[in-house]
């Protein structure tokens, strides 16, 4: 007889309590997970976790803490399905389950020595921010730094709070498709951040998270500006049912989103995109 | 040795701890299910087969493995279509805990198992066991299997593993090879070790030696196989066809006919793709998580918040045969496709992947 092993924490899930549950936008939250079985997993900035609510189910979520601290387990959650929305009723004390972290994150070491562009629409926010923490916490390894964030309404930015402190230390530029008379910033698409931030196109690296025709957009105006192709990465979303490459769901092309990416090269990307329904 | 010395290689396994799984007539069907003797394996039964059809019939003769692939395969036992993947438990407290399911696993001899087959199992090795990630119950499974090929000699209407290099012959993976020789009373079985745990058995056995002239009709019967059966593509012409028709509008054509069941991702032995399903007790204090085949073919595969990425069933059935046939060197180094010909036979419209990608390269084959 053989038993079969497996491993807590990558194959079934290690078990968090919620110590702290935010509200960001209407729909969006973030928690503040600690894990009941030990330290918590060591994550680069980009990778995700299989997040679990008892009955309810799984899904792929991506770390929005700083990922030099990896005792605590930071997820922002917008409850769009079934289990997101089982999640966002979950209170504080609960237990969650989570897997991983799995997957490929922002080369963050590729920046390095250069201009760093962290340009985000609306909840992509939230996987880009364990680099603006890394950024934060090593900048004079970088030169100019700039987050680029457009959001549909003021209402919709996340982590609004944090920003201001963040400005001290980057620059920050910030847009929304729609103001409302209270609105004193930009207003329009995220792409026209990217004329007005300061950086040299020969020496920058930009990562790009957001609806996927967002990330067209401004990768497109990346490389209009002379940013090479190459130095530029976006994050891909897909179907996930196990995190680790065997359930076959994410596939795009020939690769698996969860363990090739989420994070892609926009060369790679874009030519994976560029295919109907591949 | 004479096919009724099958009975000593059968209590050979069963007496070292195997249960034995092997091709069977149930319901006048070949399964690849659990047998207790030789008298089990399917004597005498003809696989005829062509695209969206397969029918089986006794044809006088006595082979025991002339029956083709029937749409089971040894899939079901290392794959269950139904597996719990774990359960989670919730105290009064709302405190989890998480834990496998008290399953234990024996180890199982596959008698009778096809070189296609056995191919296809090692091509699922290479995406289940061999990975960063490891489907861990898969590992287990597999680890226990021995392994008796049969090569096969009597290929069916949609086989093409000549064309896919898997077969009719079987050169590695296996513990036993059979091959089968002669006909009618004259019927023998030449067997051969591939491992230790193979050559061990033979040792138990203690069977004489094939004669040169049974060993040259054992080759010449495997020949025969190949070079009777239908060609299909090269598994690099067919990696090289699905790259090059990306956008050909052969696509939205075969999407007319095909029905987007499903089937041919259920009987192809690679196919490992899943879903997960989350059952809760009604008691609310447990849950468990079960893994289930699913097919590419259905919208839900894909789903994201908002919709499809493969809403038409042009884009699915591109998924299905490009992954199959492409996508899988890049991922696993192989082609995915053994030239089994489940897939041809078990469409029910027929739809046969040699033609479709023949159509691909501008030759229609027929």
């Known amino acids: 007889m053989i038993a079969m092993p497996a491993v807590p924490g990558v194959h079934t899930p290690a078990r968090h309590v919620i110590r702290r549950r935010a509200r960001e936008t209407a729909d969006t939250f973030t928690w503040e997970l600690a894990p009941l079985d030990g330290p918590g997993a060591r994550f680069a900035p980009g990778q995700f976790n299989m997040l679990y609510a008892f009955g309810a189910g799984e899904v792929p979520v991506s770390i929005s803490g700083d990922p030099a601290r990896p005792g605590t387990l930071i997820h922002t959650i917008r409850a769009v399905g079934r289990v997101t929305s089982v999640m966002e009723r979950l209170e504080e004390g609960e237990q969650v389950g989570a897997r991983g972290p799995f997957g490929r994150g922002w080369p963050v070491a590729e920046a390095q020595e250069g201009d760093l562009l962290i340009v985000a629409g609306g909840v992509g926010l939230a996987p880009l921010r364990p680099v603006v923490y890394h950024t934060l916490a090593h900048r004079n390894r970088y030169r100019n730094v700039a987050l ?84 530029i990465h976006v994050s891909l979303e897909r179907n996930m049912a196990c995190g680790m490459g065997l359930c076959g769901r994410c596939q795009l092309g020939p690769v698996f989103v969860c363990k090739d990416g989420p994070v892609f090269p926009y060369p790679v990307a874009r030519e994976l995109l560029a295919a109907r329904e591949l | 040795m004479a096919p009724d010395e099958l009975a000593r290689l059968f209590e050979y396994l069963a007496g070292e701890g195997y249960s034995l799984i092997g ?32 029918r089986w019939d006794h044809d006088g003769d006595s082979a025991l493995f002339a029956h083709g692939a029937g749409a089971d395969s040894f899939k079901r036992h ?16 709302g405190a989890l805990t998480f834990g496998q399911p008290p399953q234990q696993v024996q180890p199982a001899a596959y008698v009778g198992m096809r070189p ?10 290479r995406a ?9 119950a898969y590992v287990a499974r597999r680890a226990g299997l021995f392994i008796a090929v049969a090569e096969c ?11 896919m290099g898997t077969g009719p012959g079987a050169n590695r993976g296996y513990d036993l090879a059979l091959t089968e020789i002669g006909n009618g ?46 060609r299909g593509p090269t598994p690099e012409g067919a990696r090289a066809a699905l790259n090059r028709g990306r956008e050909s509008p052969r696509w939205r054509e075969t999407a007319k006919r095909c029905l987007a069941c499903g089937s041919c991702a259920m009987v192809c032995p690679t196919c490992f793709c899943h879903a997960v399903e989350d059952r809760a007790g009604l008691d609310r204090g447990r849950a468990e998580r079960v893994k289930t085949w699913a097919p590419c073919f259905t919208r839900e595969f894909t789903y994201i918040h908002g919709g499809a990425a493969r809403p038409s069933v042009a884009g699915r059935y591109r998924h299905w045969i490009t992954h199959k046939f492409a996508a899988w060197f890049d991922q696993f180094g192989v082609s995915g496709c053994v030239g089994c010909g489940r897939c041809v036979t078990w469409c029910p419209v027929g739809i046969d992947v040699v033609e479709e990608i023949a159509a691909l390269n501008g030759a229609p084959d027929r």
Not at chain 1, 180 to 205: C, E, N, S, Y
Not at chain 2, 23 to 52: E, K, N, Y
Not at chain 2, 116 to 125: F, G, K, Q, S, V
Not at chain 2, 153 to 163: L, Q
């Open chain 1, 148 to 231: 680029l964030y457009g959001a549909r309404t003021p209402a919709d930015l996340l982590f609004a709070a944090e920003l201001d402190g963040w400005r001290a230390i980057i620059a920050v530029a910030v847009t929304v498709d729609s103001g409302g008379p209270q609105w004193r910033g930009d207003v329009g698409a995220a792409p026209r951040l990217i004329g007005k931030a300061d950086f040299d196109p020969a020496r920058a690296t930009a990562f790009v998270c957001g609806p996927e025709v967002m990330m067209r957009f401004c990768a497109a105006e990346l490389v209009n500006r002379g940013v090479a192709a190459e130095r």
């Open chain 2, 23 to 54: 091709p069977t007539l149930r319901d006048g069907a070949v399964v690849f299910d659990h047998i207790r003797c030789p008298a089990d394996l399917p004597r005498g039964v003809r696989a005829l087969q062509t695209p969206g059809s397969c």
């Open chain 2, 78 to 93: 290392v794959s269950p279509p139904r597996e719990t993947v774990w359960i989670a438990r919730r105290d009064r407290e």
């Open chain 2, 116 to 125: 296609c087959d056995l191919a296809a199992l090692l091509i699922r090795d």
């Open chain 2, 128 to 136: 289940l066991a061999q990975g960063d990630y490891r489907d861990t």
């Open chain 2, 153 to 163: 000699a009597a290929p069916a209407g949609n086989c093409f593993c000549a064309s």
């Open chain 2, 185 to 230: 009373g004259r019927r023998m079985l030449l067997i051969r070790s591939g491992s230790a745990r193979g050559a061990a058995a033979l040792d138990t056995l203690n069977l004489p030696f094939a004669t040169v002239a049974q060993l040259s009709s054992a080759r010449r019967a495997v020949e025969t196989a190949a070079a009777s059966m239908r």
